[in-house]
């Protein structure tokens, strides 16, 4: 697609007009102008759906449009008119497919049909449900188990994800990688280490009441809306909050909200943020190390001169361990250090500690600009020790939050869809259902993507997502991809996952969630677990896109039946008829978590799980909340601190993405339009290597004695990025990331620190 290409900075607050614009154009591109703004009024309100884009709290007492711009994006996204009928796959080959983009494959509109891959013909070709599905079973039960794959992208709802998870054990394995691998591991490794609990403490009840907001590495503008409304009303109230982010992002600067008719009428906006600073990428660890450094030195001196203490004594007393430790590493550290390894002034940072040591209480967000570096556990463990020192977890108004991506993927891992067996009631299963389950630790992401390299993979399940779009190292897995024997995608979207292929492939095609979906029993809805432990309720009515499209509940009931010894416990066509005894069976297995399901599940804004920090008790090995001391300032490999020439690579997501679908060219907050093909670069850096604004360049990483990895004709674009970082779009970019860059512990890809070299571009332009 040919787009007028422009880099200007833009002006404009987040939300404001801008977005209104957004949604309305969207809403025409998928011909849904009528329909779309009625569906919207459903959009996160008890009784309606939940929105399909982020995960993002739904409130119990709803705005009278809970959606955002990108939320409304990724509904018409869903809703659109826009069809694939087989006829589109007699015309269209794979080798012809894979030569479009990310963006023009989803864009074709929803597919609508069952179909297998015709190898000879290089194409899709219609296949019944009922011979997929047999197909499918025989090849599986012809194959080992444990060299088998079942990846999980994070929408597909508890029920549905309960369901898939039972089928991969009974059929004899934990290979249940999902894309919270790549995403919010690093958070499920470092909170229970620290504090006891795999997920945030926050609720939406803390906004209203926080003293102060500190976030870190997460672009809320864009990824979770939302949330602009909690921290616009905090703002409002004197509510501090303090920034830590290489790119200025606008949605942390100012906001104008799309809903407020006097704001939008008088061009009103909020300042979210009241400091902002740019961190170096991958320098967390040593911002936070001089803000608790700070703090821990003017409690030091305000105690010896017996005025009142800066840490909160009598909560580390009872409930921490570690201080001792921790504090003595901070005072040690030397400001000129931290400078350098942090990007930021000692000002700076003694900024930030005297506002958070000022407030009652204090709250911390964060996203993959935490999660996706190489130390990204520990920097996560860093922020817990930040807010420990003053008591800020389990009291109102505090508490860390992480904020997760794909709208359930916190409750695929709350309902068994994990690769580690320790986090799943095995005993109970076993008792449930009859049958031995296994024992050992499956694959994650990283490592299903290790087996295929090494071709011991022989089959892979794809339960929604775009797996070998969203991975590392994208060019050598493709090459690998087609020595699995088997793979199965269900979808609801052409992505590239479905070109390439294992030597016998299906393509299944699933309702959405926003569709109406009618089983034997009536209208079913499915439930969500959102980024703040609630549970609800998502109940869809649009017509679905085809009368050939399945439920995912009946997908994987109908692979299971096919491929596992029938067994009179396993319930599958009774489950499918009536999604309420799935819940039965979930809140079997997870009676404290599950407690009364089917009824709760319907209460305003959700009914939360049972999270024990958030009332002070950790659930850890020492039974306390653990101050853990980091193994080192920087979160990352080499930097151009050590060589010049080499700089960080930073993966992006633009305003107009979801993860690996594309909607469109318009990053409207960063002012670049029309394209994808950049690299965003501090001018000095430009300058240093001899680069103008608008020139080409290549990247490849700098790593030395393996394969070259690189891609190719790039443009610059100068813009405010910290010296030593450059940006990138993912997935774009997701070639230059070897597979084994990930974050220690979790193996989490480290996407926002690739060490890159920039050389000018072979290509012309
Ligand atoms: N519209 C939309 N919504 C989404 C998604 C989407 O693609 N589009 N994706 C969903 C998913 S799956 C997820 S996981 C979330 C992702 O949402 P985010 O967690 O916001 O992830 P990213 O967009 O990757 O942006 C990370 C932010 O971290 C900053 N950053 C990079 N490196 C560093 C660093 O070293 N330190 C600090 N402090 N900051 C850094 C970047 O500048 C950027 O602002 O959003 C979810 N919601
Ligand atoms: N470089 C780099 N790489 C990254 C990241 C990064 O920041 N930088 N982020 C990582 C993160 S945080 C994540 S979460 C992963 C995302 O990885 P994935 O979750 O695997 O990818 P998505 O792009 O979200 O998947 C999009 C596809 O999902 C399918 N789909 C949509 N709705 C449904 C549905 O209701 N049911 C089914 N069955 N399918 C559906 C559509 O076919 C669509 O094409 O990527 C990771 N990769
Ligand atoms: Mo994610």
């Known amino acids: 697609m040919t787009q007028h290409v422009s880099t200007e900075p833009y002006e404009g607050p987040a939300g404001g007009w801008g977005s209104v614009r957004s949604v309305e154009t969207r809403l025409l591109r998928e011909e849904r102008i009528a329909t779309g703004n009625a569906v919207l009024l459903r959009q996160n309100k008890p009784g309606g759906y939940s929105c399909v884009s982020c995960s993002w709290a739904k409130p119990r007492e709803p705005h009278p449009f809970e959606y955002c711009e990108n939320g409304a994006k990724a ?15 007699e015309t269209h080959t794979i080798t012809e497919l894979r030569g479009w983009s990310d963006h023009d494959l989803e864009a074709a509109g929803r597919l609508t049909h069952p179909m297998r891959l015709d190898r000879a013909q290089d194409r899709w070709v219609p296949i019944s449900w009922e011979d997929a599905f047999r197909e499918i079973g025989a090849e599986l039960r012809g194959m080992d188990p444990k060299r088998t794959v079942f990846y999980a992208s994070g929408r597909a709802s508890l029920e549905t994800s309960y369901m898939y998870g039972l089928f991969a054990r009974i059929y004899g394995h934990n290979n249940l990688p999902d894309s919270s691998n790549m995403c919010h591991e690093s958070t499920s490794v470092a909170l229970p280490q620290a504090i006891g609990a795999p997920v945030g403490t926050v609720t939406l009840d803390d906004f209203h009441v926080t003293g102060c907001i500190l976030s870190f590495g997460q672009n809320v503008g864009t990824n979770s809306p939302r949330m602009l409304h909690p921290l616009q009303e905090a703002s409002r109230r004197g509510v501090p909050v303090i920034t830590f982010n290489p790119l200025k992002e606008r949605g942390w600067e100012r906001f104008t909200n799309p809903q407020s008719p006097v704001e939008m009428l008088t061009g009103g906006e909020t300042r979210i943020s009241s400091q902002y600073h740019q961190v170096r990428a991958g320098g967390d660890i040593a911002a936070i190390a001089g803000v608790c450094k700070a703090l821990i030195e003017a409690d030091d001196t305000a105690m010896a001169a017996g005025r009142r203490p800066l840490l909160d004594h009598a909560f580390i007393a009872q409930h921490t361990q ?73 009291k109102p108004g505090a508490g860390i939050l992480p904020v997760r991506g794909h709208s359930n993927v916190q409750g695929q891992r709350t309902v068994g869809i ?26 994650n992401t990283v490592e299903a993507c290790e087996a295929i390299l090494e071709g011991r993979v022989q089959a892979f399940l794809g339960l929604g997502g775009n797996f070998i779009r969203a991975v590392p190292d994208t060019v ?8 699995i024997r088997l793979t199965v995608q269900v979808a609801t979207k052409l992505n590239r996952s479905h070109l ?62 096919a491929t596992l010894a029938p067994n009179p416990k396993l319930p599958w066509d009774e489950w499918v008829a009536d999604y309420g005894r799935i819940r039965d069976a979930i809140e079997a297995t997870y009676p404290d978590m599950f407690k009364d399901y089917n009824r709760r599940v319907h209460e305003p804004g959700g009914f939360p799980r049972p999270l024990p920090a958030r009332k002070r008790e950790w659930k850890t090995e020492t039974g306390k909340a653990n101050f853990l001391v980091p193994s080192g300032l920087r979160a990352d490999l080499a930097t151009e601190l050590d060589d010049p020439e080499i700089l960080q690579l930073v993966t992006l997501r633009s305003n107009d993405q979801f993860n690996t679908t594309v909607y469109g060219y318009e990053d409207r907050f960063r002012g670049i339009s029309g394209t994808r093909e950049v690299v965003l670069m501090n001018q000095a850096d430009a300058g240093r290597l001899g680069l103008r604004n608008g020139d080409r360049v290549s990247l490849t990483t700098a790593v030395e004695g393996e394969a070259e990895r690189r891609v190719d004709g790039l443009q610059v674009v100068f813009y405010d990025i910290p010296k030593g970082a450059i940006g990138g779009y993912y997935p774009e970019c997701n070639p230059l990331i070897p597979l084994w860059h990930y974050a220690e512990g979790s193996k989490v890809p480290a996407a926002k620190a690739v060490p890159v070299r920039v050389g000018r571009s072979a290509a012309a332009g």
């Open 322 to 394: 570690g201080l001792e430790a921790f504090a003595g590493w901070c005072r040690s550290q030397d400001w000129a250090e931290l400078e350098r390894w942090s990007g930021l002034t000692q000002q700076a940072m003694r900024d930030a500690a005297s506002i958070y040591g000022a407030a009652p209480s204090a709250m911390a967000i964060y996203g993959m600009g935490l999660t996706q570096h190489k130390k990204g556990v520990e920097s996560i463990r860093m922020l817990v020790n930040l807010l420990l020192l003053r008591g800020n977890i389990g």
């Open 75 to 89: 509904t018409a996204w869903e809703i659109t008119r826009k069809r694939l009928p087989l006829e589109f796959f």
């Open 500 to 561: 390439v292929n294992g030597e016998v492939a299906y393509l299944l095609p699933c309702r959405g969630r926003i569709e109406e979906d009618v089983q034997a029993s009536g209208p079913q809805f499915v439930s969500c677990e959102d980024t703040m432990t609630s549970i609800h309720a998502s109940l869809g009515k649009v017509e679905p896109a085809s009368p050939d499209l399945l439920s995912e509940p009946a997908i994987v009931a109908g692979l299971a039946k």
């Open 476 to 483: 050598r897995m493709e090459a690998a991809w087609p020595r």
């Open 418 to 443: 994990t690769e580690k067996p320790s986090l799943v009631p095995l005993d109970r299963l076993a008792e449930q259902y009859g049958f031995e389950p296994p024992r050992e630790a499956g694959l």
